[in-house]
């Protein structure tokens, strides 16, 4: 063709097929790569390039460089994402030095391809990689968080929690910022990722002969390094990670869109379905009952060397001050559906008794008619229920699920003071709004609450501190108290300032509790109080379970006597020892433990 020129005089019949100009389907191709094969092939590319005048006829080695950058830029770009791991602590050098099967195979079959096919299948090709890498940066950030990979089906509501933690964290104009950015990353992934397959593609067109032997040497090397099993820094020479990245995210989504059916089916089936509200929970009739969740609240504060001794120690004046009081209590761990954040996924499969471990399933439950544990109260008509829910900022259906009378939100508490990051009241003032509406006011019936406590969320800054109950007042006290605390980004700068301000907020939490029920709690409160998941990674460290604390705590000896046969520990800090259920079973204990026998199937 008459683009690319050599030392040797073209024949007539070569003049001639110059002169007529390339097919139709290389004449796109043969446009675009006119500069670039001028500048890069053959000794007189300079003369061609001055020919085709221009930038590039005006600087030739310039522009030889320039597309020698590119390409190499291009194939960068496409190793790495062909290398790229899901998570961050694989994220190393080694990583990026091992030979993907899929490149190779890739080469192969665009060489097989005529042009107008080939261009058609390198653009493919390249946004189908961007879009696995989108994937895999996805997946790392949920590793990180939640330990546990991105579901391109049912994850993406969570996206919109993040944005509102990053609302709280960096302020509103941060917040944007990094939404815009992240949204230019990801066009630029998977349009830069599609361009780079296609320059590569063209370069392999160029130079056939070349790729093809290359090919051939790097089929037989991976062959050979799959073979003997070879590693490099531990992980295998042979690459097959986008493949398997593929075939992940594929399997997954095939079980996301099957999971709605069978969990349908499994919140269908429910053993109280049947019992009359009589029979249920005649163990706890005229008990003010309350079920109170701590944020992050999870085994890694009561037994990691760094956190648990300020955790322990209020867990242990707690049970002392209780017990002079009146109190009696006994501690355990239930194992969380969630790691890290999620805390609605906790709190429905601790009240539905059903293991809630996506946005879908908590969707169904929630839509149900199936009776959740604080359902249960409503159904018998002998209580009233209430839920103090601080971190609510608007509408909330989900009340009807759980059974609530009435809902306190950040909204209706009367609080006149300074968020807390993304906590919007400290959890000291949600339980004097529910001593002030609810729990201190004169009922025809006992109280069953719903309070959760928000103080522990990430990012643990700035933390409250305890103050008099009389001080609290609206809520304006704690202006000052903020104004004491350090910032997110004084503490993120450290990991081992990030650990310890997470278990001062823990143990704030629980000195806020206890405190309350040494004040408030009289002789027929009933308080079981848990954790909803363990803290993200950066706090737990990696490898930690699922596991979080619970505690049920009561004046009156016979309703601990009933839950004897538990084998819980006594006091508010279960040992390491402690039994360990999975907290869907809590329902149906709790029920069978406080009520008449569940009526059959």
């Known amino acids: 063709m008459s683009l690319f020129t050599g030392s040797r005089r073209l024949t007539d019949a070569e003049k001639a097929a110059a002169e007529e100009g390339p097919a139709p389907d290389d004449a796109a191709t043969d446009r675009e790569d006119a500069a670039a094969g001028a500048a890069t092939d053959g000794p007189d590319a300079p003369d061609a390039a001055a020919a085709a005048g221009g930038w590039r006829g005006r600087h030739p080695r310039a522009a030889r460089a320039a597309a020698r950058g590119t390409t190499a830029l291009a194939a960068v770009l496409v190793l790495a994402a062909l290398l790229l791991p899901d998570r961050l602590d694989r994220l190393t050098p080694g990583a990026f ?29 390249g946004a189908v990689l961007g879009l696995l890498t989108v994937l895999d940066l996805l997946d790392m950030g949920f590793q990180s968080v939640l330990v546990r990979p991105f579901d391109p089906v049912l994850d993406w509501p969570l996206l919109g929690d993040g944005e509102d933690f990053l609302k709280d964290a960096v302020g509103r104009a941060g917040a944007i910022g990094a939404l815009v950015g992240a949204v230019l990353l990801v066009l630029a992934l998977v349009v830069l990722t599609a361009l780079a397959v296609l320059r590569l593609s063209r370069v392999t067109a160029r130079h056939s002969a070349a790729t093809t032997r290359t090919t051939l040497v790097l089929g037989t090397v991976w062959i050979t390094c799959a073979a003997l099993g070879l590693q490099l820094a531990g992980a295998p020479v042979a690459s097959v990670t986008a493949a398997r990245h ?42 003010d009952v309350i079920f109170a969740f701590i944020e992050s609240y999870g085994r890694t504060a009561v037994q990691d060397s760094l956190m648990a001794p300020q955790v322990d120690a209020a867990l242990a004046d707690g049970t002392r001050s209780l017990r002079a009081a009146g109190f009696s209590s006994r501690s355990a761990f239930l194992t969380s559906p969630t790691f890290g954040g999620g805390s609605w996924l906790a709190h429905s499969t601790f009240m539905s008794g059903l293991w809630v471990t996506n946005q879908q399933r908590y969707r169904t439950v929630t839509s149900s008619d199936r009776m959740s544990l604080t359902g249960a109260f409503r159904r018998t008509g002998a209580w009233r229920t209430v839920g103090i829910m601080p971190g609510v900022t ?8 759980y059974g609530l009378d009435h809902v306190y939100d950040s909204r209706h508490m009367g609080y006149r003071g300074p968020k807390f990051s993304w906590s919007p009241v400290p959890d000291q003032y949600s339980l004097t709004a529910f001593q002030r509406l609810e729990h201190g006011r004169p009922h025809d019936r006992p109280l069953m609450s719903e309070v959760i406590l928000t103080s522990s969320h990430t990012p643990w800054a700035p933390v409250p501190r305890t103050i008099g109950w009389d001080q609290v007042g609206d809520g304006s006290v704690y202006d000052a108290v903020r104004k004491e605390g350090s910032t997110p980004a004084e503490v993120w700068r450290s990991r081992t300032r990030v650990r310890t301000e997470y278990g001062r907020s823990i143990r704030y939490s629980v000195e806020s509790l206890v405190s309350f029920v040494e004040k408030y709690g009289t002789d027929d409160t009933v308080l079981v109080f848990l954790g909803d998941h363990q803290p993200a990674p950066v706090v737990s460290g990696d490898g930690a379970g699922h596991d979080v604390p619970i505690a049920i705590v009561a004046h009156d000896p016979k309703v601990l006597d009933r839950m004897s046969g538990w084998g819980w520990q006594d006091g508010l800090r279960p040992g390491p020892t402690a039994p360990v259920w999975r907290m869907d079973t809590f329902r149906d204990r709790f029920l069978r433990t406080y009520s008449g026998k569940a009526a059959p199937r």
Do not use: M, N
């Not at 030095?97 to 090709?125: F, N, S, T, Y």
């Not at 992940?248 to 009359?276: C, I, K, M, N, Y």
């Open 394 to 401: 608007r509408a909330w259906p989900e009340a009807s699920f």
């Open 97 to 125: 030095a091992r030979i993907p099967v899929e490149g190779i195979l890739g080469a192969a079959v665009l060489l097989l391809l005529p042009p107008r096919a080939r261009r058609a299948a390198a653009l493919l090709g």
């Open 246 to 287: 593929l075939e992940a995210h594929a399997v997954q989504l095939r079980a996301s869109l099957a999971d709605e059916r069978e969990f349908a089916r499994e919140a269908a089936v429910d053993p109280f379905r049947g019992t009359p509200p009589d029979r249920l929970l005649t163990g706890l009739r005229g008990k």
